[in-house]
């Protein structure tokens, strides 16, 4: 009896387990019918949506046909209207209308009628016949990034007197993530800044993006709380049914959507903003992650205007008048000896000054200038600011990088403890090439635990330069550096450097602008101060920061002396842009130099580093 109630049991729950199996499937079933009478719509939908986008290039194709016509139409009218004005000059000018003219103004005045026909016997050049043109094509549209967004105001006034300026010209690139695509509603200064950091689709409205955005479908969508333009309405109070329609089409297509708050009330901004994956603002007050503004390399830089600054220190007020588009702004930045900024100036707005060289203060400081330059860069770049924001939303950041190894050649033993001094101080630092004597391996090592050490060991023959092109293969960061174990590098050294391969699009960059210090006569010189921030033919040897392909391609001349010069005259033979940075950060020992002496300007008998590293 207990064996049969058992079995019953056990059957019973068999048949409870193959129940709630059976309501699984059944659930799994009724779930898979939802998700493809889902997709079935989908499918409908892209379907319809497919043929709407037939239709409308059908419609562009047939308004470019249409546009195409009115021009040969326009330029024909024009042709003829040329014609015509050539026939009655022609008339005009023909003996015969001008013998009628002088005859019928003199027939009443007998002197009158004798010059008229005297001068109407003389020979006067008859009008050239105009020829046809082509139609004017349709210029094609320069995708590239600043490439429609240049300076316009070449003027600016001060006390009633003009001044001419030559603008800033805004670089039309590089991007720096080019496999990235980001649609952007942003005000022009958000905009600038964003616009080298990916490839960027903007000037899209409510009504047009449907046609616009599938050109080059984005990896992300960014708005920010925009005050003015077709989309301000739609973020602003009760988001707008053009706003919700972008957003429906950017989930249907798995597109990232940020809302980035960077003025206004929050407040304002919050139903349209709750929309959105992701939130960023740069309100302290506000309780969202934060996206702030940095320095943008590309058009925040110390390159020059090319007729130099006014000799003046303007008020921000006489700097930026309220007219200025952004492009103008950014040559604005670089047209005073410095700026005097009042309490409350925003830190972006510092920070962007600073960026391009110019003083704040009264007074026209280079040296404070220099620094703050590098501590608006420390503050953060658009560049890494897009790497926080991509990080965040779950999208890859990749991009190149400025990772360096340095080649230190060490032909004196007695110079090893000081050569790898120099490099300890530096930061960035990946690799070190080291060639010189057995010991100076271990003691690399000692000095620097967190650098990878590559020890060679010279022919005793070996110039400085066979030493250079045996390390250049062995080199493996993006970026190689040659110092020299003779003289003195400033710990900003490679981090000032490095920075000019931000906004440059030079292959060599270093100092034909520095330091030197004579032992023997205790002088300190400065070597031609006006060739900062330009690009021109040669810069120190020792001072070299290359892209590692180029060096490899170029090579080093087997010599100790004047390899770098050989190495100058080959980029200029094969055209090799080489830019040269600022003075700081580095010094020139020597015992002597005569070419020196004659070639730089003397600052003091003394110490340079006072001068050099700040």
Same mark, same amino acid.
């Given at each position: 009896?207990?064996?049969?109630?058992?079995?019953?049991?056990?059957?019973?729950?068999?048949?409870?387990?193959?129940?709630?199996?059976?309501?699984?499937?059944?659930?799994?079933?009724?779930?898979?019918?939802?998700?493809?009478?889902?997709?079935?719509?989908?499918?409908?939908?892209?379907?319809?949506?497919?043929?709407?986008?037939?239709?409308?290039?059908?419609?562009?194709?047939?308004?470019?046909?249409?546009?195409?016509?009115?021009?040969?139409?326009?330029?024909?009218?024009?042709?003829?209207?040329?014609?015509?004005?050539?026939?009655?000059?022609? +008339?005009?000018?023909?003996?015969?209308?001008?013998?009628?003219?002088?005859?019928?103004?003199?027939?009443?005045?007998?002197?009158?009628?004798?010059?008229?026909?005297?001068?109407?016997?003389?020979?006067?050049?008859?009008?050239?016949?105009?020829?046809?043109?082509?139609?004017?094509?349709?210029?094609?549209?320069?995708?590239?990034?600043?490439?429609?967004?240049?300076?316009?105001?070449?003027?600016?006034?001060?006390?009633?007197?003009?001044?001419?300026?030559?603008?800033?010209?805004?670089?039309?690139?590089?991007?720096?993530?080019?496999?990235?695509?980001?649609?952007?509603?942003?005000?022009?200064?958000?905009?600038?800044?964003?616009?080298?950091?990916?490839?960027?689709?903007?000037?899209?409205?409510?009504?047009?993006?449907?046609?616009?955005?599938?050109?080059?479908?984005?990896?992300?969508?960014?708005?920010?709380?925009?005050?003015?333009?077709?989309?301000?309405?739609?973020?602003?109070?009760?988001?707008?049914?053009?706003?919700?329609?972008?957003?429906?089409?950017?989930?249907?297509?798995?597109?990232?959507?940020?809302?980035?708050?960077?003025?206004?009330?929050?407040?304002?901004?919050?139903?349209?903003?709750?929309?959105?994956?992701?939130?960023?603002?740069?309100?302290?007050?506000?309780?969202?992650?934060?996206?702030?503004?940095?320095?943008?390399?590309?058009?925040?830089?110390?390159?020059?205007?090319?007729?130099?600054?006014?000799?003046?220190?303007?008020?921000?007020?006489?700097?930026?008048?309220?007219?200025?588009?952004?492009?103008?702004?950014?040559?604005?930045?670089?047209?005073?000896?410095?700026?005097?900024?009042?309490?409350?100036?925003?830190?972006?707005?510092?920070?962007?000054?600073?960026?391009?060289?110019?003083?704040?203060?009264?007074?026209?400081?280079?040296?404070?200038?220099?620094?703050?330059?590098?501590?608006?860069?420390?503050?953060?770049?658009?560049?890494?600011?897009?790497?926080?924001?991509?990080?965040?939303?779950?999208?890859?950041?990749?991009?190149?990088?400025?990772?360096?190894?340095?080649?230190?050649?060490?032909?004196?033993?007695?110079?090893?403890?000081?050569?790898?001094?120099?490099?300890?101080?530096?930061?960035?630092?990946?690799?070190? +090439?080291?060639?010189?004597?057995?010991?100076?391996?271990?003691?690399?090592?000692?000095?620097?635990?967190?650098?990878? +050490?590559?020890?060679?060991?010279?022919?005793?023959?070996?110039?400085?330069?066979?030493?250079?092109?045996?390390?250049?293969?062995?080199?493996?960061?993006?970026?190689?550096?040659?110092?020299?174990?003779?003289?003195?590098?400033?710990?900003?050294?490679?981090?000032?450097?490095? #920075?000019?391969?931000?906004?440059?699009?030079?292959?060599?960059?270093?100092?034909?602008?520095?330091?030197?210090?004579?032992?023997?006569?205790?002088?300190?010189?400065?070597?031609?101060?006006?060739?900062?921030?330009?690009?021109?033919?040669? +810069?120190?040897?020792?001072?070299?920061?290359?892209?590692?392909?180029?060096? #490899?391609?170029?090579?080093?001349?087997?010599?100790?002396?004047?390899?770098?010069?050989?190495?100058?005259?080959?980029?200029?033979?094969?055209?090799?842009?080489?830019?040269?940075?600022?003075?700081?950060?580095?010094?020139?020992?020597?015992?002597?130099?005569?070419?020196?002496?004659?070639?730089?300007?003397?600052?003091?008998?003394?110490?340079?580093?006072?001068?050099?590293?700040?």
């Amino acid at each position: 009896m207990s064996t049969e109630l058992e079995s019953t049991r056990r059957a019973l729950r068999d048949a409870v387990a193959q129940a709630e199996r059976a309501a699984e499937l059944a659930r799994l079933l009724d779930a898979a019918e939802a998700k493809l009478a889902a997709a079935e719509q989908s499918a409908g939908e892209a379907r319809s949506l497919a043929e709407r986008l037939s239709e409308v290039e059908e419609r562009l194709e047939a308004e470019q046909a249409a546009a195409d016509k009115l021009r040969k139409e326009l330029a024909e009218q024009r042709f003829q209207a040329e014609v015509a004005n050539w026939k009655l000059s022609s +008339i005009k000018v023909a003996r015969w209308n001008r013998l009628g003219d002088a005859i019928k103004s003199g027939k009443s005045n007998p002197v009158r009628l004798a010059k008229g026909l005297r001068g109407a016997a003389k020979p006067v050049k008859r009008p050239i016949a105009p020829k046809r043109k082509p139609p004017a094509a349709a210029k094609a549209k320069d995708e590239r990034p600043g490439a429609a967004y240049q300076a316009t105001s070449t003027t600016r006034t001060l006390g009633g007197a003009s001044f001419k300026l030559k603008p800033f010209r805004v670089p039309t690139g590089p991007n720096t993530r080019p496999h990235l695509t980001a649609a952007v509603i942003a005000d022009p200064h958000a905009e600038a800044l964003l616009r080298y950091e990916w490839r960027q689709t903007t000037g899209f409205t409510p009504r047009d993006f449907a046609r616009v955005l599938p050109l080059e479908v984005p990896h992300l969508l960014v708005v920010e709380s925009v005050t003015q333009g077709p989309w301000a309405e739609e973020i602003t109070g009760e988001p707008g049914e053009g706003l919700k329609t972008l957003l429906a089409w950017c989930a249907e297509r798995g597109i990232r959507t940020v809302f980035w708050h960077t003025q206004g009330d929050v407040a304002a901004y919050a139903a349209a903003a709750e929309l959105f994956e992701h939130r960023f603002t740069t309100d302290l007050t506000v309780a969202w992650p934060r996206l702030q503004f940095g320095v943008q390399p590309r058009v925040h830089n110390p390159l020059p205007l090319s007729g130099g600054r006014i000799d003046r220190v303007l008020t921000l007020d006489q700097l930026l008048p309220g007219h200025l588009t952004y492009p103008d702004v950014l040559t604005s930045y670089r047209w005073a000896a410095a700026v005097d900024c009042p309490p409350g100036t925003p830190q972006w707005r510092l920070a962007e000054l600073a960026a391009c060289g110019t003083p704040i203060g009264t007074e026209a400081d280079t040296r404070r200038a220099h620094v703050a330059l590098r501590r608006a860069y420390q503050m953060g770049t658009m560049t890494e600011r897009v790497d926080e924001l991509l990080d965040a939303i779950g999208l890859p950041s990749a991009r190149a990088t400025l990772n360096t190894s340095v080649l230190l050649p060490i032909m004196d033993p007695y110079l090893m403890e000081h050569a790898l001094a120099q490099v300890a101080k530096q930061s960035g630092v990946d690799q070190l +090439i080291v060639i010189g004597p057995p010991e100076s391996e271990l003691r690399a090592r000692d000095v620097l635990p967190d650098v990878e +050490i590559v020890y060679r060991r010279p022919h005793p023959a070996m110039t400085e330069g066979a030493m250079l092109d045996a390390g250049i293969d062995l080199c493996e960061a993006d970026l190689v550096a040659v110092m020299d174990p003779r003289d003195v590098y400033g710990p900003h050294y490679l981090s000032d450097l490095r #920075r000019a391969f931000l906004f440059s699009t030079a292959d060599i960059v270093g100092k034909a602008a520095f330091y030197a210090h004579l032992r023997k006569p205790q002088a300190t010189l400065l070597k031609q101060p006006e060739a900062e921030y330009t690009y021109l033919p040669e +810069i120190a040897g020792a001072t070299l920061l290359a892209r590692r392909n180029t060096l #490899r391609e170029i090579g080093f001349a087997d010599l100790t002396d004047g390899w770098d010069e050989v190495l100058m005259r080959q980029c200029r033979t094969d055209g090799i842009k080489v830019f040269s940075a600022d003075r700081f950060g580095y010094v020139r020992v020597r015992d002597e130099d005569r070419w020196l002496l004659g070639a730089a300007h003397l600052v003091e008998y003394g110490s340079a580093e006072p001068h050099a590293l700040i």
